[in-house]
């Protein structure tokens, strides 16, 4: 930048005049310049960093960078009405959100403010959406289930109430669709929810709602977006508000599930930020401090102990990747924020085994000692069985000749893809989820073909829900969570009559196609 000779002894004339005059702290500045949504705004010497500030005809900024001569603004409204020497008024406040129990059931934009027609939201209270995560002492570890009804998660990579997982994968592969079924699952358990939509296609979002109001989730959930044609520094803000609106639930002993659908395009709108605000530009253009970005906003999630409120937040943030590659720059870095993640595959998903989770490459860090026990009873070998099943798969296509050894861990692996396959919508309680994998872990499903295993699942369900035989064991697996050994004898006894009549619908049935006669006689 030139300065010109005289400018600069102009300035120093002007200082050496005004030497002895006192100093006044001003409270209004002035717009020095103004161009896509940021304003460079001199005199305002004891701005705070993120505070609002006024322009002319209420449209509001945030004050982000703090220089000595100037800072800059971005602005939160129509920047167009701005203009070169627009006066500009601190408010002394940061940006605040409304918080409490009159946001459920409705829809906020990303500063908190209703957008969903329903009128006013008559809240009590507002806090700084920006604040300081809980501290350790105020921490509790996790041991309680955070329940997703998806079997494939629930089982494999169970979530504890306060854990941060991540659900990562690439475009439409169902990554909305797993945290909208936990929401809809919370339904009755006591837990509120809150789906932050960033920079998405209001369409998309009107549909979540429509789907959320119609599975009677709308009721214990609040819905805070900022769609994609707002500005960047709205859709930056965004998250901050949500996990806000969920921090006053936890420090009053509430849980809480969030949502970030999704924080990819959260990194992208703050690029654009500083971009804009002309800091340096890093790795892939992001700025130097958006692992801070994401780190800040995720370690707000937490699970406290009674004297602080006794609550939680369980924080689903959602990443969108390229081509399936976890190790670009935003991927890796929530990867190593996060307390696991739930990796969705593109080729999975196409090959129709959906909900597409890739139980290799997904892990759960802190959820397994949240798990109830019946759950560990059945699913403890699963992970490896599973694995066991994809490493062979890829072996057998060379060769057409296998042991029976290798045949039984492929028809088996087959079996266990096919029961975590569940359509959207259609969550489990935990012990029902149980009771299905039963049939996989104490391998009954062998004596039936893979096309039968679905109907065998919708079979078990429905004689645990419905069958007063069935309910009895139900109810005394819920009683104390967990699988005693006459229980499971009968549960066990009563899938195998379920598997017996599914098998007697098979024409010429030869059970020497599934195993060895002895076995069968045995069954
Ligand atoms: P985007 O990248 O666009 O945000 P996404 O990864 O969030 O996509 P979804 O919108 O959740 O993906 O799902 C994509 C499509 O897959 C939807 O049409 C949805 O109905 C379908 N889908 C998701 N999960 C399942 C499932 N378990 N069974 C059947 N269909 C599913
Ligand atoms: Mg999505």
Redesign the pocket.
Known sequence: MSIKLNQISEVIKQQIKNYSSKVIKSEEGIVLSIGDGVATVSGLEDVMNGELLMFPGEIAGMAMNLEESSIGVVIMGDASKIVQGDRVKRTKEVVRTGVGNALLGRVVNGIGQPIDGLGKIETTKTLPVERIATGVMSRKSVDQPMETGIVAIDSLIPIGKGQRELII?????????????AIINQKGKNVKCVYVAIG?KES?VTQIVEKLRKNGALEYTVIVTSSASESAPIQYITPYTGVTIAEEWMFSGEDVLIVY??LSKHAQAYRTLSLLLRRPPGREAYPGDVFYLHSRLLERSARITKEYGGGSITALP?I?TLAGDISAYIPTNVISITDGQIF?SERL?NANI???VDTGLSVSRVGSSAQIKAMKQVASTLKLELAQYYELQAFSKFGSDLDENTRSILSHGEKIVEIL????GKTLDQILQTLVLLAINEKLVKWIPVSKVESLKLAIIKFFMKDAAGKAIYESIKEKNEFSEDIKQTAITEIKKLIKKSISTIPDYNPLDYGRQEDYDKF
């Open positions: 994968g690439d475009r439409q592969t169902g990554k909305t669709t797993i945290a909208i079924d998405q998309t659908d999704d959602i969108e969705l998903f959906r909900p597409a396959r569940q359509p959207e």
